[in-house]
């Protein structure tokens, strides 16, 4: 009995997201797409290019994914469970709304990390390089890949659960993406304009941008450029930890259980 009242909010999501033929389906969609992609790239003419090509499209898929299936499923989780008055239930039985929520993004962050771990095991196996001294530096830079996009994704998802919750799915399905837009090209766009400003106000707006095009190591893994050096790794898991946890602070504190 005990193990049936542990986390049952996320037993409950995670068995009726795992019902839909759509969970199984974006796995299968990773194995295809890292399949199909780079045959679409002029690999005859130079097989060397497929390899590096299947790695990219591994973790291009991942962050195709990010940008729609799990938001959406995240927002439409929190808003149908809110609705049906789940979560009132629950919060009356003494289920917490920080307990909740976390049980509700923990159901969606199985279907991430299930594309993560794909990616990795894509990188370990198909993609590895043959070089004995290119090999340790491939598998550090995937496993930093793995540690930055985690952390850029979970609090993006969680907010996605919590705007469910509050608003309508649409609304709650957008609001991440265009974080997650503007994080992953406008804070590019937008660093030589703002970032070499003179004016507070302008960097203080660069520095308040979301930037996520630092979990994007696809070009180091493309190019074989090895990993990150440890200060700036270090520097990007900082940077995206306290973004993070102010995007989750914001997130948990949006949370509704009212139906």
């Not at 193990?3 to 974006?26: K, M, Q, V, Y």
């Not at 194995?31 to 780079?38: E, G, K, M, N, Q």
């Not at 696809?218 to 306290?242: E, H, N, Q, Y």
Request: glycine share 8%; proline share 6%.
């Amino acid at each position: 009995m005990t193990s049936l009242r542990t986390w049952p909010l996320f037993r409950l999501s995670l068995a009726a997201l795992a019902g839909r033929g759509s969970c199984w389906l974006l796995l299968l969609g990773a194995l295809l797409f890292v399949w199909i992609a780079p045959l679409l790239t002029p690999w005859e003419v130079n097989p060397q290019i497929l390899q590096p090509a299947q790695a990219q499209a591994a973790w291009v898929y991942a962050w195709l994914a990010l940008f729609t299936w799990l938001p959406f499923q995240a927002s439409a989780l929190g808003h149908r469970l809110r609705r049906e008055g789940m979560l009132e239930h629950l919060q009356a039985a003494g289920v917490g709304k920080v307990g909740q929520c976390l049980q509700l993004t923990a159901a969606i962050l199985v279907w991430m990390l299930a594309l993560v771990v794909i990616a990795i095991a894509i990188c370990f196996t198909f993609t590895m390089p043959k070089r004995p001294e290119e090999v340790q530096m491939w598998m550090a830079t995937v496993w930093q890949y793995s540690a930055l996009y985690s952390l850029c994704a979970a609090p993006l998802l969680l907010l996605a659960v919590s705007l469910g919750t509050r608003t309508a799915e649409v609304i709650a399905f957008m609001l991440p993406v265009g974080l997650l837009f503007i994080g992953l090209f406008g804070a590019a766009w937008l660093g030589p304009i703002l970032g070499g400003a003179e004016s507070g106000v302008l960097k203080s707006l660069w520095l308040a941008l979301p930037h996520y095009h630092l979990a994007d190591l696809t070009p180091r893994l493309v190019f074989k450029m090895g990993p990150l050096p440890a200060a700036d790794f270090m520097g990007s898991i900082l940077t995206l930890a306290l973004q993070g946890a102010a995007l989750s602070l914001f997130g948990l504190c949006l949370f509704r259980t009212r139906s």
